[in-house]
């Protein structure tokens, strides 16, 4: 295994314990903005996608790497604005109240 | 300076990760929830921003156009769907993501493979594999997510889609993959194979999800989520970029936790849902041998109003139904009607009410109803034997019984709301139909049970209407 390898394994299984981590401790009122917000976040390989139009030396390539740019910036865009538009509600109440 | 851009590369990398991690670690609390999402949606800009330095890109056009065209669509449903369609929405855009990985990964070994024309020597079996793997997740993950949406939207049947042979077309499916898959990664097939299995898991993704009923929908998505988490981390080992390695392991690990959240919710095991087919038998099943004397008691929004009015405690336990009538500010309105008559109100919040978790707490909060009116499943139970009044507004599994009481009933073992100890019960409903589980429920025909049936906002309008006359 080269070592480049390695450390891709390495990194694949750190972040897999902070990915429980951070998470585990989520109330389930939240679990619905949650998977939404993580939604977004895979949206990452847009990045990927990118790479591939971006260095595409062929027609196939172009039309490959331009419908991943379309989809991923999709997924990307769609899913924060998806959550923000959920949290936004979850906004505090207090404001409500009329001042004393 | 090649170097100096690598290291803004590195650095601006190791800055987005950090910022996603904080960004979901502020997610986890309601009062940060919106800046955590903030915070990561800062740490893909920079991702993606400094993305652009890499030398290896030669052209920007196609990336900005794509970015313009993908940005301008996903922004404009973001923004226009429905609160109550938030569900399909999150699946349509886990489907993107999927089908990207899955492009991605097809596209980068055609790419690897031109380089050295008829030979595959180029490609390391490291980076083949997780070719194959990207593909095939992505492909699963695409189709899957259409599917899920699809059963959401009721563009396709909520029901479980059988058809004789259909675990073993989808075994051979797999295999199919598995045998072409193993050839690609070890260098024994070429580009043909690689799309093959693009196709195969393209059909494999749509033919897994088919069958599973739309109650157990938040649960698929949450694995579809966590696999497109997985199939951007195996996109990150083909390109060596550890941005996406880490992010979609992010992703990837705490999908999966949510997946077994929500399951243990439920009291299912995972591949229960996957593979249980959930209600396509049972309907037959378990309806024969409860109908018998079985009666109903209808009852008039009048006398809602009326038994509502004059009760000291009325809990609401919001369900499917309220999302489908869009009812969630007329039955914030009635709730407050009540308060001004001296009536605590409550609203009782099981864990899979709705077509996700918390999804009754995101309706609810558009409608401004404060969180401390929502108690969730085990603060409410206990009340119920002191509560005057149930309102249950398009619920049915999560309040059925059985799933207490009948060791034959496929859901037993569920925790549900103790809804049948209140005093009272007033259920509304559009029709006699089932739940999503597809089984008889017997809070329905209970003594202390009154059905209003009809279109939930209509009905609460009707009994809003009524107390205001009382």
């Known amino acids: 295994m080269s070592n480049e390898l390695v450390l891709g394994i390495y990194v694949f299984i750190l972040a897999m314990f902070v990915g429980f981590e951070v998470i585990a401790r989520v109330p389930s009122v939240l679990h619905t903005p949650l998977m939404s917000a993580t939604n977004a976040i895979h949206g990452i390989v847009v990045l990927g996608a990118m790479l591939v139009a971006g260095a595409a030396d062929t027609p196939l390539l172009h039309a490959l790497g331009f419908i991943a740019v379309v989809f991923g910036a999709a997924n990307v865009f769609g899913g924060f604005v998806v959550t923000d538009r959920m949290l936004e509600m979850f906004r505090k109440k207090e404001q409500e109240k009329p001042d004393a | ?470």
Request: no cysteine.
């Open chain 2, 1 to 470: 300076m090649p170097d100096l851009r690598a290291s803004a590369i590195a650095v601006s990398y190791i800055v987005a990760a950090i910022l996603f991690i904080f960004g979901l670690k502020r997610l986890s609390s309601p009062a940060t929830a919106r800046s955590g999402n903030r915070v990561a949606a800062a740490g893909m800009t920079l991702a993606l921003g400094a993305t652009l330095l890499d030398q290896q890109i030669l052209s920007f056009w196609s990336i900005a156009v794509g970015t313009l065209i993908g940005a301008g669509i996903g922004t404009y449903f973001a923004r226009t769907v429905q609160m109550t369609a938030m569900p399909q929405m999150v699946a349509l855009f886990n489907g993107m993501g999927g089908a990207t990985a899955a492009l991605v990964s097809v596209a980068e070994y055609l790419r690897l493979r031109a380089g050295d024309a008829g030979s595959t020597a180029v490609v390391t079996s490291g980076e083949a594999t997780s070719i194959v793997l990207g593909t095939v997740i992505g492909a699963v993950s695409f189709t899957g997510s259409i599917v899920a949406f699809g059963k959401l939207q009721e563009l396709l049947s909520g029901k479980p889609l059988q058809f004789p042979m259909q675990r073993l077309l989808n075994a051979l499916l797999l295999l199919g993959i598995g045998v072409l898959g193993a050839a690609v990664a070890t260098g024994s097939a070429g580009t043909a194979a690689l799309w093959l299995i693009f196709v195969l898991a393209l059909a494999l993704g749509a033919l897994f999800v088919l069958p599973i009923g739309g109650g157990d929908m938040p649960v698929v998505i949450s694995i579809l989520n966590s696999l497109t988490g997985l199939a951007a981390a195996l996109t990150g080992f083909v390109l060596h970029n550890q941005m996406l390695v880490v992010a979609g392991v992010l992703v990837g690990a705490s999908g999966t936790l949510l997946t077994l959240l929500m399951s243990n919710a439920m009291n299912r095991s995972v591949a229960n849902v996957l593979f249980g087919a959930f209600g396509a038998g049972s309907d037959g099943a378990v309806a024969q041998a409860s109908t018998g004397t079985l009666s109903i008691r209808q009852t008039t929004a009048e006398d809602t109003a009326i038994a509502l009015a004059y009760a000291r405690t009325v809990v609401i336990v919001p369900g499917y139904g309220l999302a489908v009538a869009e009812a969630q500010h007329t039955v914030r309105e009635l709730a407050t009607d009540l308060e001004k008559r001296g009536v605590s109100v409550k609203y009782a919040i099981h864990p899979v009410a709705g077509r996700m978790p918390g999804h009754m707490n995101v309706l609810l909060a558009e409608a401004n109803v404060p969180y401390d009116q929502l108690l969730e499943m085990e603060q409410v139970n206990g009340e119920f034997a002191q509560t005057d009044v149930v309102l249950v507004v398009g619920a049915n599994d999560v309040v059925n019984p059985a799933a207490r009481d009948n060791p034959s009933s496929p859901i037993y073992g569920m925790p549900i709301l103790d809804v049948d100890r209140a005093r009272n019960i007033i259920v509304l409903k559009r029709s006699m139909g089932h739940g999503f589980a597809g089984i008889e429920n017997a809070l329905f025909h209970h003594d202390k049970t009154r059905m209003l049936f009809g279109d939930a906002r209509k009905s609460l309008t009707e009994v809003s209407q009524a107390i205001k006359e009382v």
